[in-house]
């Protein structure tokens, strides 16, 4: 990775205990030698504030709970405010600053001063806080602690003061590709620790293709019956697919203590195996996981030499042979919030992304065109490094890569279709008739505006209720099937191999009754990110006060006058609110995508000229996908006044 040098990185889990750390004396040598060549130590001013020596380990855990402590998180807000204090990153007045910090470290010498440690690449994952510190030139550092001092900074325009310009901090870091470069680092521990640095889930028809091609790695990514993949020549073909499923699985499996935030000796041991092989001295040279599991079991053999005329690219490390063939798979998630009112507009967003598993002999360029309607506006469309993308016509979109070993995400795009409807429509409705007591109504259109090839393979639906315990529910819906835990009512509308392809209409009328309302709040700190509820603006530093002393009779009157001003849950169920109240759908469609974007099989090439298998197919996946109570209370996003 061109210009990127990782100084160190660490592991913390919430309680900021150092899990792992890893420190690069190379990269920090250039560092230290780069603070004497331009001598900031003797000839700045600020020179004492910045950290030279990297902290141990204990000297960054009080760094972190001192920011904490001054800014309410480790984010912090990255908003100026009348809290922000000189020298911090929120001074800066850039939302960056939540995901770029900086820490000042305590020197462990009596009386001493605290010294600036910047930039800290801040990515948090599941139990885990992921830090890694990039190596940048000093004069980056005295700009931003000069930023951190002065007012009304942060904008990416160069600013003026005193009649000179001064670079703003996204103007600053758009010019430096370690950054770019550390956070890719940070993502790939991140994914190693929780278990989700897997393949690209590439569905196939196993009827179709038999054999050859998928190895025992795949099935850990939802695909099953595939005989062991040909490697090398020089390993055992059967051998070597065991050997680099095991390693794989190590590094990519759901770590056991992963849930309690702890990190056992055997991955620890994985990590700096895939640190020392993916950024040997500080260097990231390549982050996949797969590659470097291969690459260890396999190694090169006098047998494995890449044609004379063709360079063999950095992400297919060594040559694919066996069975021929090509699995490509869209995969679109949907998110949306459905409100079933006349005054608010239902929110609908589309992602998606292409994933490929190309096991081709040799090094082979490949192009494929992909069908792209004019009645999808395409707010982006991004494509792995391997591949080349030609100008986008009207309908079509052509593509030449040279793929690499195994499965990848070919390309991602966001995009929104005027022509596509939800998967499942309807509403959700809950009225309390009491103070324990509320009647509740779903009506849901399943595919309603899809035919063949469409098919629903399963749909649930789960209404939260964190807040309230439930002790009794009674109602029967006209398909599916309920179940009932203390806070949760999950409704099995489709399940798993039965399958649904025509519209098909479901109700679940009912009653429910809770016992007493648990008093849980959320931090006053957090409230004013709140503004807008149905439609409303409130004061929550007023509200705050007041509904800490009242029970459920204050929720009671809240409700019957409308009042959107009650506390959230906690943190983990931020719209779990009192008066809040809503559903989530989890579904799978197969056949086809929203979007109508598609592959042709037909259409793709390969050079030089070989006839190989193609299989393309096609899903969609629920993302947030919201039903908010149209009886209730609602956040929405605040849209500006003229």
Known sequence: MLGCGIRALWVLNQSNHVLFSRRFPTVDRQWRVACRRQRIQDNSGTSNSLLVLLPSDNQLVQALVDKKARDGSIQGTGIHDTDSVEGSDSWVDDPITRHIISLQVLSMEEGASSALLWPLILLLKGQFQILVLPLVQPRHMVAYNDLCWRAGCGSPMELKEDNQQFQGLSSMLLGLPCITGAFVVAKTIGDIVMGDAAEAEVLFNAGACTGGSLDSLTVGIGITNTASRGKAAAPPISGAATAVATVAASATSTLVGSSKGNLRPADKDVLRNFISSSMPFGTPLDLSVLNLSSLRINGFSAL????????????????????????LTIAETVTAALYDRDDVLDMLSLSGQINCRADLEGIPDVSLS???????????????????????????????????????????????????????????????????????????????????????????????????????????????????????????????????????EATFPGTIKFGQMLDLKMPNKHRKAIHYYHGEEFNPEIEADSETAKGQDLFQEKMSKGDANLAAVDLDEPFCWEAYSYAKVSFKVNGGTMTGISLDSKSLSIYPAVKVPCECSSQVLSGEYIFWNSLGIYPQIALLKN
């Not at 494995?304 to 063709?310: G, L, S």
């Not at 309807?426 to 063949?452: C, H, I, N, P, T």
């Not at 399963?458 to 203390?486: E, H, K, W």
């Open 304 to 327: 494995d030499i890449p044609p004379t005329d063709q360079k063999q690219p950095a992400w297919k490390p060594y040559l694919y042979k066996g069975k021929q063939k090509i699995l």
């Open 370 to 504: 992909i069908a792209c309607p004019s009645s999808t506006k395409y707010e982006s469309f991004t494509f792995h490094p391997c591949a080349q993308a030609s100008e986008h016509f009207l309908d079509k979109q052509t593509l030449n890569f040279s793929p690499p070993m195994g499965s990848f995400v070919l390309a991602r795009y966001l995009a929104s279709s005027s022509n596509s409807r939800p998967p499942v429509q309807g509403f959700y409705q809950l009225s309390m008739v009491s103070e324990d007591e509320g009647a509740f109504l779903f009506k849901l259109r399943l595919m309603e505006g899809y035919k063949a090839p469409f098919t629903m393979e399963y749909c649930f639906l789960s209404i939260p209720f964190p807040r309230q315990r439930i002790l009794a529910l009674d109602g029967n819906p006209s398909m599916g099937t309920i179940s009932v835990s203390d806070h949760l009512v999950e409704w099995k509308i489709v399940v798993s191999g039965r399958g649904l392809s025509k519209n098909t």
